[in-house]
């Protein structure tokens, strides 16, 4: 099953939370129109090296299983292009998404 759901920020802006259920494992994001944070299953040494010509936006967070989770969680590992922005890895996952809009 597939969940999506806007989630307010503080200071109004809405972002895009995503959870996807699959067997023994749920894949969740929050989602902008820059970029993106996710659980575990994001894969950033390859956006920084394969994909890096894309320029993806992207920060990971291990250990998360609800968009709750992901948004106060601290990323474990960010793009270089989010490190451009000011991620920072070990923000929170909201400051993150903040930096993304």
């Known amino acids: 099953m597939m969940r999506m759901v806007p989630l ?6 809405t972002v895009l939370g995503i ?9 969740v994001a ?3 129109d820059k970029g993106y944070i996710m659980c575990g299953a994001l ?3 390859l956006l920084n090296t394969r994909l890096k010509d894309r320029g ?5 967070a291990v250990g998360v299983r609800t968009l709750e989770e992901l948004m106060a969680a601290p990323m474990e590992s960010i793009t270089e292009q989010a490190a451009a922005l000011g991620v920072t890895v070990g923000m929170k ?5 903040r930096l993304m809009l």
């Open 43 to 45: 894969d950033v040494a």
């Open 19 to 27: 959870e996807v259920k699959l067997p023994k494992t749920t894949l």
């Open 93 to 97: 996952g909201s400051d993150a998404v």
């Open 8 to 13: 307010e920020l503080e200071g109004g802006a």
């Open 56 to 60: 993806i936006i992207a920060g990971r």
């Open 30 to 32: 929050v989602t902008t």
